[in-house]
């Protein structure tokens, strides 16, 4: 284990699990739906997650990524949302958009995201965390599917980092204090 982990909160085993429920559960939800399913990547953190989901779905899917900052340099989020990519296609009327994300913390990516993309004209958007931590929200808002609760404890790898690091472990620990309050 990396000596910066406190534990691991989800092992590999566990992630495996997680994303094969969610994509049995997705392939049930849009079996009938007669327009295009775009899995939208949010950059960086949710590309682990995107790439185990993906191969899990068996409905034709598409895929796009957005980027969009929300956290500075430390382990809070700022609230105000800037998007660095955006999502530029013709023919989101024709797409029921599922928006990938790593982690909800205050809430506010999601239903930013969520509201921006049905203003742009998508036929519909749903939100998908692989991790969830309630006890940090700060906008009322609610994820269509989620794979797991966490407490509220800063978080890295699969995909998650601090500062950058972290992002290539197979498995979500729980990072070390001192690391981040030294
Ligand atoms: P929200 O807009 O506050 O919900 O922020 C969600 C974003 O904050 C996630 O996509 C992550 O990039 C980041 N984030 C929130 N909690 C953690 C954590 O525990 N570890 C790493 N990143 C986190
Ligand atoms: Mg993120």
Same mark, same amino acid.
């Given at each position: 284990?990396?000596?910066?982990?406190?534990? +691991? =909160?989800?092992? #590999?085993?566990? /992630? &495996?699990?997680?994303? %094969?429920?969610?994509?049995?559960?997705?392939?049930?939800?849009?079996?009938?739906?007669?327009?295009?399913?775009?899995?939208?990547?949010?950059?960086?953190?949710?590309?682990?997650?995107?790439?185990?989901?993906?191969?899990?779905?068996?409905?034709?899917?598409?895929?796009?990524?957005?980027?969009?900052?929300?956290?500075?340099?430390?382990?809070?989020?700022?609230?105000?949302?800037?998007?660095?990519?955006?999502?530029?296609?013709?023919?989101?009327?024709?797409?029921? +958009? =599922?928006?990938? #994300?790593?982690? /909800? &913390?205050?809430?506010? %990516?999601?239903?930013?995201?969520?509201?921006?993309?049905?203003?742009?004209?998508?036929?519909?958007?749903?939100?998908?965390?692989?991790?969830?931590?309630?006890?940090?929200?700060?906008?009322?808002?609610?994820?269509?599917?989620?794979?797991?609760?966490?407490?509220?404890?800063?978080?890295?790898?699969?995909?998650?980092?601090?500062?950058?690091?972290?992002?290539?472990?197979?498995?979500?620990?729980?990072?070390?204090?001192?690391?981040?309050?030294?």
């Amino acid at each position: 284990m990396n000596q910066d982990i406190e534990k +691991i =909160l989800i092992s #590999e085993e566990e /992630i &495996d699990k997680i994303t %094969t429920d969610l994509a049995k559960q997705i392939d049930k939800d849009y079996a009938n739906s007669d327009k295009r399913l775009l899995l939208v990547c949010i950059l960086k953190g949710s590309i682990m997650f995107m790439s185990e989901l993906m191969k899990k779905i068996t409905l034709p899917i598409e895929i796009d990524c957005m980027k969009v900052s929300s956290y500075g340099a430390g382990t809070t989020s700022s609230g105000s949302i800037h998007i660095i990519l955006d999502l530029i296609r013709p023919d989101l009327p024709a797409c029921d +958009i =599922l928006v990938v #994300e790593d982690i /909800i &913390d205050s809430g506010s %990516t999601l239903k930013y995201l969520t509201e921006y993309l049905l203003l742009k004209g998508a036929h519909s958007v749903k939100t998908i965390t692989m991790l969830d931590k309630p006890d940090r929200r700060k906008v009322d808002y609610t994820p269509n599917y989620v794979g797991r609760v966490i407490p509220d404890e800063f978080v890295v790898g699969f995909g998650l980092d601090y500062a950058e690091k972290y992002r290539a472990l197979p498995y979500v620990g729980i990072l070390k204090r001192e690391v981040y309050e030294k």
